[in-house]
């Protein structure tokens, strides 16, 4: 089963504009992280924030999180073609083993 | 190589055969994951390793999912008697630190499994 839903779940955007792609969970958490997978490849991990921040940059990319809202949203700035891929947050369980429960993902085509 | 690697890349066997799937996770990691994917959807967890110990096989879907990490480096992801339904992208990954939030997993490129 399947914690997070991203929304939308494909997105079509023009070279040079913004994405923004939203994702929901379901249980507490102590961090959220987003990760990014190219097509036919594994998957790479873009930015972690913690349970106790609101927003985190990186480069390109700012994420927000509201745990009374249990949602989080990705945003790139400024998109190029390299960025085409599919998105995907992921929560970890609190206990244990700290598996990450990922959501069915945001496919994102940027077009040149 | 500074990341996970699996092999092979591309797996095809017939129903009912047996395949072997092999993770070598990232140097001195302590944590090692197995996901499978299915085509358009996220990764599900399947197993996790702490050093050459399985503590959570919860995900495996079935008793012919066998997974083992017997020196608490490479990992082995083996699949007995091969049914359709296992058809997909299995996933290892690996992280620095055992049972500690905050940590990313570094994950491989996956071996694509079909299942004739």
């Known amino acids: 089963s399947q914690q997070g839903e991203e929304d939308p779940q494909a997105l079509s955007i023009q070279e040079g504009e913004n994405a923004t792609m939203n994702c929901s969970y379901k249980t507490s958490i102590n961090n959220l992280q987003w990760y990014r997978q190219n097509s036919g490849r594994g998957l790479v991990h873009l930015i972690l924030i913690r349970s106790n921040e609101r927003e985190k940059h990186s480069g390109r990319l700012r994420v927000t999180l509201d745990t009374s809202k249990k949602s989080s949203s990705l945003l790139i700035t400024a998109s190029r073609a390299a960025d085409t891929a599919s998105y995907f947050c992921a929560t970890p369980i609190i206990q244990g083993a700290q598996k990450l429960v990922f959501g069915q993902g945001t496919r994102l085509t940027i077009n040149p | 190589g500074a990341g996970v690697s699996q092999s092979p890349r591309y797996k095809v066997a017939k129903r009912g055969q047996d395949v072997a799937l092999r993770c070598d996770p990232i140097?001195?990691?302590?944590?090692l994951f197995w996901y499978q994917q299915a085509l358009g959807q996220g990764p599900e967890f399947l197993t996790y390793f702490q050093n050459e110990a399985q503590l959570d096989k919860s995900g495996l879907p079935s008793d012919r999912f066998f997974a083992e990490r017997p020196e608490g480096s490479v990992s082995t992801l083996k699949i007995q008697r091969t049914q359709q339904e296992d058809s997909a992208v299995y996933l290892c990954?690996?992280?620095?630190?055992?049972?500690?939030?905050?940590?990313?997993?570094?994950f491989g490129d996956g071996t694509r499994l079909s299942i004739l």
């Open positions: 140097s001195g990691h302590v944590s």
């Open positions: 990954a690996s992280s620095l630190i055992r049972t500690t939030p905050n940590q990313p997993q570094h």
